[in-house]
């Protein structure tokens, strides 16, 4: 993770002290990260394992003077403290996961469809669940969905984009037509689901098959 801050004005400034925790009511008690940086840095890095973390920041002159992030001091005539929320982040590493039935044909209305405007087997469902185990923080838990129809070649045909899509079980109808309004040619086709999750962790399934078959 990149921090980054702005320069103090202070021409007697000195040095930031930080400290990363993962107690947002005892930052320093619970810190990760404890460290000094010189009055011209105003950034740094940090690898740091999954989790919820809160940066707590003190800036000090040369004559030992400070203020934190809530403008608390060491001399309370020059307080302006006030409730200021720490800055938080989450690092997530694990992507999502996405499921079927146990019977992977289950997930299929239809394995085998006929979209020839007969009313019988004319389109499919796709039945799918996706979820992100690694949501820890307050935020609300969102995933980006891609849904595609790839032929044997592993051109996709047919494709649905779901943006902000609420963990769980979703169903997907399939008509037998690819993204032009056409009907896809008769085959044996893979349904690929990609997920996302706020930190761009990606998961792929390509193990359910659906069959198109229009000949009489």
């Not at 320093?28 to 460290?35: D, E, M, P, Q, Y």
């Not at 949501?135 to 980006?144: D, G, K, M």
């Amino acid at each position: 993770v990149r921090i980054a801050w702005n320069k103090s004005e202070d021409i007697n400034f000195d040095r930031y002290e930080m400290a990363i925790g993962t107690n947002e009511a005892d930052v320093r008690g619970s810190a990760v990260l404890n460290t000094n940086y010189k009055a011209d840095v105003t950034e740094t890095t940090a690898e740091l394992p999954g989790g919820v973390y809160y940066i707590d920041m003190v800036a000090y002159d040369k004559s030992s003077n400070w203020r934190d992030v809530t403008g608390q001091t060491n001399n309370p005539e020059f307080d302006n403290s006030e409730f200021v929320p720490l800055t938080s982040f989450e690092i997530d590493h694990i992507p999502p996961k996405i499921a079927f039935n146990d019977n992977a044909y289950l997930s299929l209305t239809n394995p085998a469809f006929s979209p020839n405007g007969n009313n019988l087997k004319d389109t499919t469902a796709i039945r799918f669940n996706v979820t992100d185990d690694a949501a820890i923080s307050h935020l609300p838990v969102t995933l980006e969905v891609r849904v595609e129809i790839v032929d044997d070649r592993g051109s996709s045909v047919k494709h649905w984009e779901i943006t902000n899509f609420a963990p769980g079980w979703a169903n997907i109808e399939w008509n037998g037509k690819n993204d032009f309004g056409q009907v896809a040619a008769d085959g044996l086709y893979t349904v690929r689901i990609t997920a996302a999750d706020r930190a761009q962790n990606r998961a792929v399934d390509e193990s359910l098959k659906v069959a198109l078959d229009t000949t009489a």
